[in-house]
């Protein structure tokens, strides 16, 4: 079985610019959700998505973030305008009907941005 | 507010010297508790779910085991390539969103 797809992998950009995140989950999995990583630190959610509609979104940065999954697949999150503190691991994670799975979620690799 | 919390942050191994990771939790109800291993540049790897206070899993030199505050993980005789960031998480019952503690980075060195 595939798994999770991000791409880019790295991305290097000055403060105020934009730059979007790509996700492809596994084939079949209802529940999608995007984690922010900060060197150190543990995974934090940042949106989760059932098929095509938010679930949770509460500690998502709505003035800079946002995050769609049209057609209930494949998900991309936008930073307009990144700050210095967004230089993180962005880590794209899907799940067959949630977390109750057995084996929580499978994660992809991450995309590692870093703001300059 | 639900809480994970790992210790130690760091911890430094000669091959073939067990130890055990610990993984502290504060949830008003536990669906399940997870452990992953995170190797540099890649995203988190399931390793164990555990549901209840006793149960243990085993894989290879890792094991796994609950109590109703804690969790540990317990590693025998380890290999330079079990060299890794330690996650673990856990699953309220009331939400779908796994929340993570820091982890736990462990290197064993020859």
Avoid: M
């Avoid at chain 1, 790295?10 to 959700?33: D, M």
């Avoid at chain 1, 059932?50 to 998900?75: H, I, M, Y």
């Avoid at chain 2, 060299?83 to 820091?102: E, H, M, Q, R």
């Amino acid at each position: 079985e595939a798994g999770v797809a991000q791409s880019p992998r790295y991305k290097i950009i000055e403060k105020r610019q934009s730059v979007a995140f790509w996700c492809n989950p596994i084939s079949g999995h209802a529940t999608l959700y995007w984690y922010q990583q900060i060197l150190g630190q543990g995974p934090k959610l940042l949106i989760q998505f059932q098929n095509n509609g938010v679930v949770d979104d509460s500690q998502l940065p709505k003035d800079r973030f946002s995050a769609e999954r049209l057609k209930g697949v494949d998900s991309t999150l936008k930073i307009q305008p990144a700050k210095l503190e967004d230089s993180a691991v962005y880590l794209c994670a899907s799940s067959p009907t949630g977390g109750d799975a057995g084996y929580g979620y499978t994660f992809g690799s991450g995309t590692r941005l870093t703001v300059v | 507010e639900d809480q994970v919390t790992q210790s130690p942050e760091a911890l430094r191994l000669q091959e073939g010297e067990s130890s055990s990771l610990n993984c502290s939790y504060t949830v008003s109800g536990l669906r399940g508790l997870f452990w992953y291993r995170q190797d540099p540049g890649k995203g988190p790897e399931f390793l164990f779910t555990l549901y209840s206070a006793g149960e243990e899993k085993e894989k290879e030199r890792l094991k796994a085991t609950l109590t109703k505050k804690e969790s540990f993980l317990h590693i025998t005789a380890p290999k330079p390539e079990d060299s890794a960031t330690y996650l673990c998480a856990v699953l309220p019952y009331n939400t779908d969103k796994l929340i993570f503690g820091t982890g736990t980075r462990l290197q064993v060195f020859p």
